[in-house]
């Protein structure tokens, strides 16, 4: 499985952006996907996943402002992000958890991860 994230960019506080994250394989629609980032110096960490039945879950500091969403038609994957902060600049990876799932909220549970796209939040 190959994954390929795009949609980063440069943009000002309180601003908008939307990443999305193009899969490869027969077996997308079955898979649990997530967003994790890491900010320089800092441990990747979880932003927020999809369930192959469209069960979502958010850490809480994107709570209420990001929302993913998956295309399986499309083999894709979406995060729309509102109401961006410096604090959410960070490389955005997404990553692919294949059966049998691990828990959403651990890196470790992805079998498969994409290259990462930039986000920059200026103040």
């Known amino acids: 499985v190959q994954l390929q994230a795009s949609g980063g960019g440069l943009v000002q506080e309180g601003g908008s952006l939307r990443l999305s994250c193009a899969a490869s394989g027969p077996a997308f629609s079955t898979y649990a996907m997530g967003w994790f980032r890491q900010a320089p110096g800092k441990e990747r960490e979880f932003v927020t996943a999809i369930w192959f039945n469209g069960n979502s879950y958010y850490d809480d500091s994107v709570k209420g402002r990001f929302t993913i969403s998956r295309d399986d038609a499309k083999n894709t994957i979406y995060l729309q992000m509102k109401n961006l902060r410096p604090e959410d600049t960070a490389v955005y990876y997404c990553?692919?958890?294949?059966?049998?799932?691990?828990?959403?909220?651990?890196?470790?549970?992805?079998?498969?991860w994409g290259q990462g796209t930039q986000v920059t939040v200026s103040s």
């Open positions: 990553a692919a958890d294949a059966p049998p799932y691990g828990s959403v909220w651990l890196k470790g549970s992805y079998d498969f």
